[in-house]
């Protein structure tokens, strides 16, 4: 196993169950939408904690937290709620984002909603991936590249996390596939890392 695999998983394991926890709360809120209030206070795995450790918050306008999450909810009831570049762009259009497109900011929000699915994205994982542009599009299809390039990678790290991550997963059993989102967050975690020249 190489030294960037080890960091790797250091840094998944030191997150992943802070992250089930954000991605657990936001599910509850998006069933019962009246928690909003609650929602978007300090605590931990509320929204506004998760704008701040996913570095966010200084995307938007400050005192907006709220607005943001009625955006956010409006969306991911529509009809394409896995569109991050249309959200992105919706987002600027509103006084919340100060007219600018935030892509990285629309797909760590709208993962929370759909982990499953959507890995985000940063300028480091951006910077693994050689990626200029920012477009969540362009980064799907580089990351699915990656992906099918490094699964054998990924299942052995995973394979070794297993005894751990399955002790984490028991706290978490109202959550869907949790096999998916394992993956997808150590694959996050691969990509952050490697981008990351504090790790090389």
């Given at each position: ?179 998916v989102i394992c993956k997808n967050r150590f694959v996050d975690k691969l990509l952050w890392t490697m981008g990351n020249?504090?790790?090389?």
């Open positions: 196993m190489e030294s960037f695999q080890i960091q790797s998983i250091g840094n998944f394991l030191a997150y992943y169950k802070t992250d089930l926890n954000y991605i657990k709360k936001f599910q509850e809120f998006k069933s019962n939408p009246s928690l909003a209030s609650e929602y978007i206070t300090k605590e931990i795995g509320s929204f506004y904690s998760f704008l701040i450790e996913f570095r966010v918050v200084r995307n938007f306008t400050n005192g907006a937290t709220d607005k943001l999450l009625d955006e956010t909810l409006l969306w991911i009831n529509s009809k394409d709620p896995d569109n991050v570049d249309a959200f992105a762009e919706k987002l600027a259009q509103t006084t919340l984002t100060r007219g600018k497109i935030m892509s990285s900011m629309a797909s760590k929000i709208l993962f929370l909603n759909n982990p499953w699915e959507i890995i985000p994205m940063d300028s480091l994982v951006r910077k693994t991936l050689e990626q200029k542009e920012n477009k969540y599009v362009i980064y799907k299809n580089n990351l699915n590249r990656f992906r099918e390039i490094n699964d054998l990678t990924f299942e052995k790290c995973l394979d070794y996390t297993k005894p751990l991550t399955t002790l984490i997963h028991k706290d978490f059993n109202e959550l869907e596939k949790l096999d020249k504090a790790f090389h």
